[in-house]
């Protein structure tokens, strides 16, 4: 099955294969943005979640205050790309990452780069590197919860630190942060009231250290594609009891971009998002009754947030079928349909994914399509 290419060439269909639907990408982005602007508050999309280039394009154009990395590697591809407003959301602690950040504090005129901070331990490394340094790494303080991943535990060490971050020259004590989506992601009670809680104890903390602030709009962030809304709805009733502060309120949502047909489509409080990522695969046997196995497997599909689901299907020659099946296991290259109905050796199905963060990072190539599935560009994930 060929496609024609931008240049009007042919390209010879290889399966599997990525592919993203660039009319639901580029709604995707202008929603969120949006939907930011309306809720005044800041976008830095965390692009971790494709690190391509003509997604992020698309983010920043739309907008976006900055953007958001894991890693210092991801932070040197988003510099190369042109980004000057960088977040690094996690506490940077190996001397080589830390010299890389001084070197482009030092050359890199206008760069505003930000890094996490949950402990002296690291709060010292930083400062020994960035000591002197006339453009200063700024500092979040990264406010976590019991039992979940990095910040810390208790307001007090969190006052302490930011006075430690006071005191070190080359570093600057630039807001707080938090990351709300460590919970589970589902809606029910009990997972909201802890999200609640966790919201409000990181702003009770920015609020607590407004008079160290050492910017006139310190940020205030917390990150994540599925619960925003309650982000904004908690810092607004916060700004209603306490009064307005200073502050720069910034999101880290990242996997809306494409969002997906599995975890985020059933948390996202964002009506209107469109799944825009599906894996195009082949029916390699059909070996019994009602069960069908497809050539893509977890070498090729995200599973840790679900398994795919069959969004349509295809016979050799192009033309749909009317088929439904529910994938129940995953190997290395193959994906165990079961209840499987009207499915052939040699049909084409769509699958689509749950979690796009997992998607990316395993394909090379990213077969972009518009809405009758045509191709229109190979895109080229950097994770490196």
Not at 266 to 276: D, E, N, Y
Request: net charge negative.
């Amino acid at each position: 099955m060929d496609h024609l290419t931008p240049s009007g060439g042919c390209r010879v269909q290889k399966l599997p294969e990525l592919r993203l639907n660039l009319c639901a990408l580029e709604h995707n982005v202008q929603l969120m943005a949006a939907w930011c602007r309306d809720q005044g508050f800041e976008l830095a999309p965390h692009i971790k979640t494709t690190m391509t280039r003509p997604i992020v394009e698309r983010q920043v154009a739309a907008g976006a205050w900055g953007v958001t990395v894991a890693t210092v590697t991801q932070a040197r591809r988003a510099l190369k790309w042109g980004v000057r407003r960088v977040i690094i959301a996690n506490q940077v602690a190996h001397p080589a990452d830390l010299a890389l950040i001084r070197r482009w504090l030092d050359e890199t005129p206008g760069l505003e780069l930000y890094c996490f901070a949950d402990s002296m331990s690291g709060i010292e490394l930083a400062g020994s590197v960035l000591d002197g340094a006339p453009n200063s790494l700024r500092v979040l303080i990264d406010i976590g919860a019991e039992g979940c991943r990095t910040g810390v535990r208790g307001s007090s060490l969190a006052g302490e630190l930011a006075k430690m971050v006071q005191a070190s020259s080359g570093l600057l004590l630039a807001g707080v942060a938090g990351y709300e989506g460590v919970r589970p992601l589902r809606r029910d009670a009990a997972t909201l009231t802890d999200i609640d809680e966790h919201c409000r104890k990181t702003i009770g903390v920015f609020h607590s250290l407004t008079p160290l602030f050492e910017t006139a709009q310190p940020v205030f962030s917390m990150g994540g594609s599925a619960f925003p809304d309650r982000v904004v709805h908690l810092l607004a009733e916060a700004r209603q009891n306490q009064g307005d502060l200073p502050m720069v309120p910034v999101l880290r949502a990242g996997c809306y971009v494409t969002h997906d047909h599995g975890a985020y489509e059933h948390v996202s409080p964002l009506p209107g998002l469109s799944a825009a990522l599906t894996v195009r695969a082949v029916v390699l046997s059909v070996p019994e009754p009602g069960l069908a196995v497809v050539g893509a497997g977890k070498r090729e599909l995200p599973y840790d947030a679900g398994l795919p689901v069959l969004v349509s299907a295809r016979d050799g020659q192009g033309l749909p079928r009317a088929a439904t099946a529910t994938a129940t296991q995953i190997y290395d290259h193959h994906l165990v349909l079961t209840n499987a109905d009207g499915l052939h050796v040699g049909d084409i199905v769509d699958l689509g994914i749950s979690h796009p963060c997992s998607a990316f990072d395993r394909w090379p190539d990213v077969v972009v399509v518009d809405d009758q599935g045509h191709t229109r560009d190979l895109w080229h994930p950097q994770f490196r």
